[in-house]
């Protein structure tokens, strides 16, 4: 089997797994798959992929599972994901997650951990609502806990900074409620495989990270 992390990384929106997934990719020279980035980005370049997706996002319901899933698969295939690769809101259905297995069963691979971040409702209204993304490389911050240097700004790459719409309120409760619902028995799916770890997400994003790095410590390169 080959080296190198194959890692999932699941938990609610804004349990910090963007900003984790980020760093990881640095840690293990590995490729990061965020699909909330991809679709996000067909959005903006309203290309057909983004339309469709568009629907459902807007609302904070899931995009159908096969578009996904084709997604995920030719993007598995590229040559930065060779040496690993760090998912970052998929899978987030168990059909996904099934699709998922056969898809690296054709490539010879398999998962080798399942990080979940646990974080209060509380706690992830309070990220979510002061959370800003950047518009040209996807860079996180928070108004308060990891602020930008210069307001607006992203510290990156000099792109603006914007709040996403389904941040806002009424959409955060339709996308929990969506998590608990379908995400959440993905825990179970990966317990019973052996490849669930737990995760306190609650601190700030270098005492997550060092817990997040100790629990796949053994899978550096
Ligand atoms: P995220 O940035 O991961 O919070 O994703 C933002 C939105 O993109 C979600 O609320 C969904 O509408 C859509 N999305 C992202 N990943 C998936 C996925 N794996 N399956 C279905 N929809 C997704």
């Known amino acids: 089997m080959a080296t190198g992390a194959r890692v999932v990384l699941l938990g609610p929106p804004g349990a910090g797994k963007g900003t984790q997934a980020k760093l990881l990719q640095e840690k ?18 309203q290309t057909p992929l983004g339309k469709e997706a568009a629907q459902y996002i807007d609302r904070g319901a899931l995009v159908p599972d096969d578009v996904i899933v084709e997604l995920v698969a030719g993007r598995l295939k590229d040559k930065d994901c060779a040496p690993g690769f760090i998912l970052d809101g998929f899978p987030r259905t168990i059909p996904q997650a099934e699709s998922l297995d056969r898809i690296l069963q054709r490539m010879t691979l398999s998962l080798n951990r399942v990080l979940s971040m646990q974080v209060p409702r509380s706690v992830i209204i309070e990220r979510l609502s002061g959370r800003r ?12 806990f990891s602020p930008p240097a210069k307001e607006g700004v992203c510290d990156r790459c000099g792109g603006e900074l914007y709040q996403r719409q389904d941040d806002e309120e ?21 317990r019973e495989r052996n490849l669930l770890r737990e995760i306190d997400g609650v601190g700030t994003v270098d005492e997550i990270r060092a817990r997040v790095i100790e629990a796949l410590g053994d899978l550096v390169a």
Do not use: M, W
């Not at 993304?133 to 308060?144: A, T």
């Open 28 to 45: 293990f020279a590995a490729c990061q798959i965020s699909t909330g980035d991809i679709l996000r980005k067909a959005v903006a370049e």
């Open 133 to 144: 993304s950047c518009k040209n490389c996807g860079g996180l911050f928070h108004v308060i």
């Open 170 to 190: 009424d959409t955060v409760a339709n996308r929990l409620d969506v998590y608990e619902k379908q995400t959440a028995p993905l825990a179970n799916y990966y």
